[in-house]
């Protein structure tokens, strides 16, 4: 079991407390002038994305977590999981619902997403920044209808619903900010 | 100082002893001794030889010490005033500190007080198991607690977390009567030995400067010493011997006097109205 020593703590380094995976978010070492010294840490659970505030004994050790990120390439969803290929060794890994999260609503088949794996199992799915996608359903926009400001729903060809300007018409190509969930431009303009 | 009429000496960083304090852990040097942790010993025994008011300012090392607030070299000034009071000298630190910053102290405090306000516990009086019992309702306690009952582990992890970042918000504040759990060359409290006569400095809850009515009796100093290297040696951490250099001048005779250490990075990053000390460092720690 590999562990590390309170003094290699910092942020991004990933351990085991308490059975689940954290990250480490902030570290800072605490030690009055004449007395023992302290790591207060921030670690973010990675099964919950829950932040918490630990404290430790400076010199003690904690469980190393086996947590990476690998760059997979979504090839698709079977209804229950979705299947992800590791395009150089060819590797397949399954992702549940929980791991994919908001990502299920951007990604389609040969995109390249970042999975964080914890043992060997995807725990967490990021959909690449921006995407491409077409629409699928729009109302057709009224040339020359400037008054509505907001724009209007449009579905995209993975179910995801954005707003986009009142030009765009089914059929077209679009860019998506994944993280922001809005439309950026259209595909081929830059 | 000079105005003050406090000379400058400058006292070897490299020692052929290390200071006992469980604490602290000094650097060795290849070819013998150790780096001073603070220039202490040096400057005690030039006042049992007979020297005046003295000041060292300059740097001290201190192994595994390396954050926000830390590095492992840091700029220290420290001086000693024979026949002084310890009041005499918070008077000082006072004045220094009020002359630099630009801002009045705040009233002067003590432990046992804002202990109290913070915890509702009696620091000195009340038992360990309800310090530490504190400290877990306050998620402050480590997960594993093997040191239940070391009470100065649990009265430096809740001053540390929870009553440090409280003090000195608007203005430095000098917060007098430490526990004597830790002390080692300072005097205690002729009327309650629990509490050592020594204080600290702290700013926007920054621990600046620490000052005592030092101890002077010699075998007193051995015998807390040896206390300090028997938790070394059951931390299983190095124990290096005894500055008998020091103890041979305190028995010679070190006169009543009281003294005062100010990390003076520290001191320059909060006037500057920074949050760490890389700012004022040329090479921190890590980019050296």
């Given at each position: 079991m590999a562990t590390f020593n309170t003094n290699q703590f910092k942020g991004g380094l990933k351990i085991i407390l308490d059975g689940d995976p954290y990250n480490i978010v902030e570290n800072e070492?605490?030690?009055?002038?004449?007395?023992?010294?302290?790591?207060?840490?921030?670690?973010?659970?990675?099964?919950?994305?829950?932040?918490?505030?630990?404290?430790?004994?400076?010199?003690?050790?904690?469980?190393?977590?086996?947590?990476?990120?690998?760059d997979l390439q979504f090839l698709y969803h079977d209804g229950e999981f979705w299947h992800f290929m590791e395009p150089n060794s060819f590797e397949q890994y399954q992702a549940g619902e929980a791991a994919v999260g908001e990502s299920a609503q951007w990604i389609k088949a040969q995109d390249m997403c970042s999975v964080t794996l914890w043992n060997g199992t995807p725990l967490q799915v990021d959909a690449p920044n921006f995407v491409t996608l077409a629409v699928t359903e729009t109302d057709p926009g009224v040339r020359g209808d400037t008054s509505?400001?907001?724009?209007?729903?449009?579905?995209?060809?993975?179910?995801?619903?954005?707003?986009?300007?009142?030009?765009?018409?089914?059929?077209?190509?679009?860019?998506?900010?994944?993280?922001?969930?809005?439309?950026?431009?259209?595909?081929?303009?830059? | 100082m000079a105005a003050a009429g406090v000379l400058e000496v400058d006292t070897p960083l490299i020692s052929t002893a290390a200071p006992a304090e469980r604490g602290l852990q000094c650097m060795a040097v290849e070819r013998g001794g150790h780096l001073v942790p603070s220039p202490e010993h040096g400057l005690k025994r030039l006042l049992a030889a007979g020297a005046g008011p003295i000041y060292q300012m300059g740097p001290v090392f201190r192994a595994g010490e390396a954050g926000r607030w830390h590095n492992p070299e840091f700029c220290m000034l420290e001086w000693y005033r024979p026949r002084a009071a310890i009041d005499d000298i918070i008077d000082e630190t006072e004045a220094l500190l009020g002359a630099l910053t630009g801002l009045e102290c705040a009233p002067r405090t003590s432990y046992r007080a804002v202990f109290l306000s913070v915890t509702g516990l009696d620091p000195i009086e009340c038992a360990t198991d309800a310090l530490a019992a504190w400290a877990r309702q306050h998620d402050l306690a480590p997960a594993n607690m093997a040191d239940e009952?070391?009470?100065?582990?649990?009265?430096?992890?809740?001053?540390?977390?929870?009553?440090?970042?409280?003090?000195?918000?608007?203005?430095?504040?000098?917060?007098?009567?430490?526990?004597?759990?830790?002390?080692?060359?300072?005097?205690?409290?002729?009327?309650?030995?629990?509490?050592?006569?020594?204080?600290?400095?702290?700013?926007?809850?920054?621990?600046?400067?620490?000052?005592?009515?030092?101890?002077?009796?010699?075998?007193?100093?051995?015998?807390?010493?040896?206390?300090?290297?028997?938790?070394?040696?059951?931390?299983?951490?190095?124990?290096?011997?005894?500055?008998?250099?020091?103890?041979?001048?305190?028995?010679?005779?070190?006169?009543?006097?009281?003294?005062?250490?100010?990390?003076?990075?520290?001191?320059?990053?909060?006037?500057?109205?920074?949050?760490?000390?890389?700012?004022?460092?040329?090479?921190?720690?890590?980019?050296?």
């Amino acid at each position: 079991m590999a562990t590390f020593n309170t003094n290699q703590f910092k942020g991004g380094l990933k351990i085991i407390l308490d059975g689940d995976p954290y990250n480490i978010v902030e570290n800072e070492f605490v030690k009055p002038g004449k007395g023992q010294a302290f790591n207060r840490v921030k670690l973010r659970n990675l099964k919950t994305n829950r932040v918490v505030e630990r404290t430790f004994k400076s010199g003690d050790s904690v469980e190393a977590a086996d947590v990476f990120n690998l760059d997979l390439q979504f090839l698709y969803h079977d209804g229950e999981f979705w299947h992800f290929m590791e395009p150089n060794s060819f590797e397949q890994y399954q992702a549940g619902e929980a791991a994919v999260g908001e990502s299920a609503q951007w990604i389609k088949a040969q995109d390249m997403c970042s999975v964080t794996l914890w043992n060997g199992t995807p725990l967490q799915v990021d959909a690449p920044n921006f995407v491409t996608l077409a629409v699928t359903e729009t109302d057709p926009g009224v040339r020359g209808d400037t008054s509505g400001g907001g724009g209007k729903p449009a579905t995209l060809e993975t179910g995801a619903v954005v707003r986009v300007p009142l030009f765009i018409e089914e059929g077209e190509v679009l860019k998506v900010d994944t993280r922001k969930g809005e439309y950026v431009s259209r595909a081929n303009e830059n | 100082m000079a105005a003050a009429g406090v000379l400058e000496v400058d006292t070897p960083l490299i020692s052929t002893a290390a200071p006992a304090e469980r604490g602290l852990q000094c650097m060795a040097v290849e070819r013998g001794g150790h780096l001073v942790p603070s220039p202490e010993h040096g400057l005690k025994r030039l006042l049992a030889a007979g020297a005046g008011p003295i000041y060292q300012m300059g740097p001290v090392f201190r192994a595994g010490e390396a954050g926000r607030w830390h590095n492992p070299e840091f700029c220290m000034l420290e001086w000693y005033r024979p026949r002084a009071a310890i009041d005499d000298i918070i008077d000082e630190t006072e004045a220094l500190l009020g002359a630099l910053t630009g801002l009045e102290c705040a009233p002067r405090t003590s432990y046992r007080a804002v202990f109290l306000s913070v915890t509702g516990l009696d620091p000195i009086e009340c038992a360990t198991d309800a310090l530490a019992a504190w400290a877990r309702q306050h998620d402050l306690a480590p997960a594993n607690m093997a040191d239940e009952h070391d009470r100065a582990f649990w009265l430096d992890l809740i001053m540390s977390l929870a009553v440090q970042p409280t003090l000195g918000e608007s203005a430095p504040v000098c917060v007098t009567d430490f526990p004597a759990e830790d002390a080692v060359l300072v005097e205690t409290h002729p009327d309650d030995d629990r509490v050592a006569w020594r204080f600290e400095c702290f700013w926007q809850g920054v621990e600046l400067a620490n000052g005592a009515q030092e101890l002077t009796d010699a075998a007193t100093a051995r015998e807390r010493m040896a206390r300090e290297q028997t938790l070394r040696r059951e931390a299983g951490r190095a124990v290096p011997p005894l500055d008998e250099k020091l103890l041979a001048a305190m028995t010679a005779g070190l006169p009543r006097c009281a003294g005062v250490a100010l990390g003076v990075d520290r001191l320059l990053a909060l006037v500057c109205g920074f949050d760490s000390l890389a700012p004022v460092l040329a090479f921190d720690w890590a980019r050296r």
